[in-house]
C-alpha cells in the first residue's frame, strides 16, 4: 500500500484526466450520502465551483499537488516514503501528520 502512494505522486497526472478529481468527489459524496453540491458550496463559499474545478484540473496537470497522510500511527516504511517524496524538487508537496 505505501508504494500505492508514492506511485500516486509520481504518475497521477498520466493517470487523471481532467474532470476525473471532480467525478470522484462527487462519487464519494453520494456513498456518504451528502450532496455534492452543498459540500462543496460549504467548502468554496463565494467561489463558483467550474472555477474550482478548472483551478484543480490546471494545478494537477502542471504537477501542482499536495498530499497529506493522516494516521494514528504511520508505518515506518510509509515514513521514509513520505520523507523521501518531501525531499525530491519539484513542484508537490507531501506532509505527514500523527
Known sequence: MDAKYASLRANGVAWWQGGTIAGAFQATCKECK???????????????????WNQVDANFQAGRIKMVFVAD???????RIVESLANTPGRSTTLRRR
Open 34 to 52: 451528502v450532496e455534492p453540491e452543498m459540500a462543496l458550496s460549504d467548502f468554496l463559499g463565494d467561489v463558483e465551483p467550474v472555477s474550482f
Open 73 to 79: 500511527v504511520i508505518p515506518r516504511e510509509l515514513a
